[in-house]
């Protein structure tokens, strides 16, 4: 029985794109295995009645902060959820033709991604794995995703994907472990392929419907949220991620909606616009630029706070 979305028309218009899109994704991706990645030999066997702390942690010399911890943490339980995610992103697209094996292939490869930074995450003791279980449990249960309407969504799944691959990569970066450090680039590889796959997608449905998908843009740009918000103190692991420049107003600002929404989309130069869309295309443009004064000052108050007194 097929199970097809409600905005057949666009995606049967898109299909080809998406087939064309999915076999560039198979060219480029490569081949990778978790187990190659992990570094088994720091682990060693859970003892009873033993309570995790941070000197547990064997980073091969180096420490962590609480901010990279909790970075850690989000990256992996938004990997978890996965089973949601996919259950969301079949719902907007369909499970037939190039769009459901483009789904079916993105859930194997997301998955992978999990097992990746568990078996690091356990062999390095780098945060506290009741913590890690009991947060997983509570996220996966709760199974809260991002449900966009099929416009929003692809405007949403490129600017997550992207924030993805940043989160990630700025995760591994602050590691100060090469092994971890290889885990989290390995990873953000894949979710840039991802994210040039819904990216290229996304431009080609603003040339199918524009009005549609500036008034998307507006939308997700103005109210778009990281995929986290079913994950225990979710509030309180974002701030210290935004406070450790991980992910934060500027990055989001400066490496996800520039990039994307201002350069690669082109935003303020779509044409065929008319009522709503000319309307939403206003909005934006205004949001962009206080999204940027906003950056700024964001910036430049946490450099001054980390200037010696």
Not at 32 to 37: C, L, R, T
Not at 52 to 70: C, K, M, N
Not at 253 to 281: F, Y
């Amino acid at each position: 029985m097929s199970d097809r979305p409600v905005d057949v028309d666009l995606l049967h218009e898109l299909e080809p794109v998406a087939e064309r899109l999915l076999e560039r994704h198979l060219r480029t991706s490569k081949e990778w295995f978790p187990h190659e990645y992990v570094p088994y030999s720091r682990g060693r066997d859970h003892v009873d009645g033993h309570d995790w702390t941070p000197d547990d942690a064997d980073l091969g010399g180096h420490q962590i902060g609480p901010e990279v911890r909790s970075a850690l943490l989000v990256n992996l339980l938004t990997e978890d959820n996965l089973p949601y995610y996919f259950r969301s992103v079949e719902r907007l697209f369909g499970s037939d033709g190039a769009w459901g094996t483009w789904v079916r292939r993105w859930t194997a490869e997301e998955g992978r991604h999990s097992m990746a930074i568990y078996g690091y995450l356990m062999a390095t003791r780098a945060i506290d794995p009741v913590e890690l279980e009991r947060s997983r449990m509570a996220q996966v249960s709760g199974g809260q995703t991002p449900d966009p309407p099929l416009h929003e969504g692809f405007v949403y799944l490129a600017l997550q994907e992207l924030a993805t691959r940043i989160a990630h990569r700025n995760t591994g970066a602050q590691l100060g472990d090469p092994v971890g450090h290889d885990v989290m680039k390995r990873v953000g590889g894949d979710e840039n392929l991802h994210q040039l796959f819904y990216r290229d997608l996304a431009a080609a449905a603003i040339e199918a419907d524009p009005n549609a998908m500036m008034i998307a843009m507006d939308t997700q740009v103005r109210h778009f949220k990281m995929p986290g918000t079913g994950i225990p103190n979710f509030d309180h692991h974002a701030a210290l991620i935004a406070k450790a420049g991980i992910y934060d107003l500027q990055v989001h600002h400066e490496q996800i909606v520039v990039p994307v929404v201002i350069r690669q989309w082109d935003a303020a130069n779509i044409t065929g616009l008319s009522g709503e869309g000319a309307r939403a295309q206003e909005r934006l443009m205004k949001r962009l630029a206080t999204s940027e004064r906003v950056a700024k000052r964001f910036a430049e108050k946490r450099a001054a706070a980390l200037q010696p007194a």
